[in-house]
């Protein structure tokens, strides 16, 4: 079971406002705190300047420790799963960091539920801890051999102050020439000019 605790900084009382998201062992539920009086206790450290982050490019299996920042430019919707093991919710995401590198990211069961609603396309993010899998292609369109699982000592921190260096969205755009050749369920990205159109028809 995962509990995802939301800590909020206020602007009153600081001079950035920021809030952390910590997901951790305990129940399910979300629970915030907040008061004008006191800070409230921060269960982990905030976003400093001195956080330190890794490229995408870096990350392996093999790493067991690391932070990643990056920009949320896409959400699945969340979805529920069956499979031998049970049922249950999930949903994914996509990073993007400031050198246009892409991940996906993906959390089940009780996580998906607590963080679906705090995942927000456009908000920047540093993430620390996960599983590093090799990348699924059925589910995974982003050309990075890596994605990651989120688990219950992941954490992931909105950080409080936007950075313009990294991207909102990342496009790969191909001619049409290069759609007619291009393998069943690719994605593609198409920019062009719209020449005719046809009324709606029932199929």
Known sequence: MVE?????RSAALTKDSSTLLHAKAGTSQVSSSSTEDTLPSIVTPPITATTTTIPFTALN???KYWSIQGRA???TSLKTYNNVRGSGKVFGFDLINRDREEIHLSAF???AESLYSLIEVGQLYIVSN????EANPNYNHLKNKWEIY???ASTINPCPID???FPYQIFHFKTIAEIKSASPNTNVDVIGVVTSTSPASTI
Request: glycine share 4%.
């Open 73 to 75: 430019s896409t959400k």
């Open 163 to 165: 950075d313009p260096t």
């Open 150 to 152: 989120l688990f219950a």
């Open 4 to 8: 995802l605790e939301v800590v909020m």
């Open 130 to 133: 996960g599983t590093i899998k």
């Open 61 to 63: 299996p093999a790493r």
């Open 109 to 111: 069961a009780e996580l």
